[in-house]
């Protein structure tokens, strides 16, 4: 082999090593492996539709609208979803109080939605948005301030739901 050859050889191998360096991963936030989690957005559903459907519930029962803007890929919409699913105290306090409307945001979807409240998604993923039942904004909250350490605080949580409960 000659000097030359011997010497690219190496080259090749690093560059390689470069290339394939760069390529993205099947890893999901904060480092976590993609695992196969069941979707909780519907990704082609029109978020303006959901939620117009919302507000004609919202105003006959007397309750609120709760936007979760969100993606199937982001594990925080999961540990939300679950936590809202799975506590009791929280799910009677949603299932008394609000109309839970999922908005999914991957890849711009749904993109109009997101402006017309004033671009939440722009705090990260999930955030929370609540509506009257007649379509007004009362507030958008930033879910990263409900977390306590690796998940989201049942009691932060419910405070927040319980603080845009409407007065009945």
Same mark, same amino acid.
């Given at each position: 082999?000659?000097?030359?050859?011997? !010497?690219?050889?190496?080259? !090749?191998?690093?560059?390689?090593?470069?290339?394939?360096?760069?390529?993205?991963? /099947?890893?999901?936030?904060?480092?976590?492996?993609?695992?196969?989690?069941?979707?909780?957005?519907?990704?082609?559903?029109?978020?303006?539709?959901?939620?117009?459907?919302?507000?004609?519930?919202?105003?006959?029962?007397?309750?609120?609208?709760?936007?979760?803007?969100?993606?199937?890929?982001?594990?925080?919409?999961?540990?939300? &979803?679950?936590?809202?699913?799975?506590?009791?105290?929280?799910?009677? $306090?949603? +299932?008394?109080?609000?109309?839970?409307?999922?908005?999914?945001?991957?890849?711009? &979807?749904?993109?109009?939605?997101?402006?017309?409240?004033?671009?939440?998604? +722009?705090?990260?993923?999930?955030?929370? $948005?609540?509506?009257?039942?007649?379509?007004?904004?009362?507030?958008?909250?930033?879910?990263?301030?409900?977390?306590?350490?690796? &998940? &989201?605080? /049942?009691?932060?949580?419910?405070?927040?739901?319980?603080?845009?409960?409407?007065?009945?």
């Amino acid at each position: 082999m000659t000097k030359k050859l011997k !010497l690219i050889r190496p080259a !090749l191998w690093l560059s390689c090593f470069i290339l394939l360096g760069a390529l993205p991963l /099947p890893v999901a936030a904060q480092g976590e492996p993609n695992t196969n989690r069941p979707a909780i957005y519907d990704e082609s559903a029109d978020g303006a539709q959901q939620i117009a459907d919302a507000l004609i519930i919202a105003k006959k029962d007397g309750k609120n609208v709760l936007l979760q803007f969100g993606a199937n890929w982001c594990v925080w919409c999961h540990r939300l &979803h679950t936590l809202c699913a799975t506590n009791p105290d929280i799910a009677k $306090v949603l +299932r008394k109080n609000f109309v839970v409307v999922l908005i999914d945001v991957n890849q711009k &979807h749904n993109a109009a939605t997101d402006a017309k409240y004033g671009h939440p998604i +722009r705090f990260g993923l999930p955030v929370l $948005v609540v509506l009257d039942a007649n379509g007004q904004l009362l507030t958008t909250e930033d879910s990263g301030k409900l977390e306590e350490g690796d &998940h &989201h605080s /049942p009691e932060k949580v419910l405070a927040f739901l319980k603080a845009w409960t409407p007065k009945k």
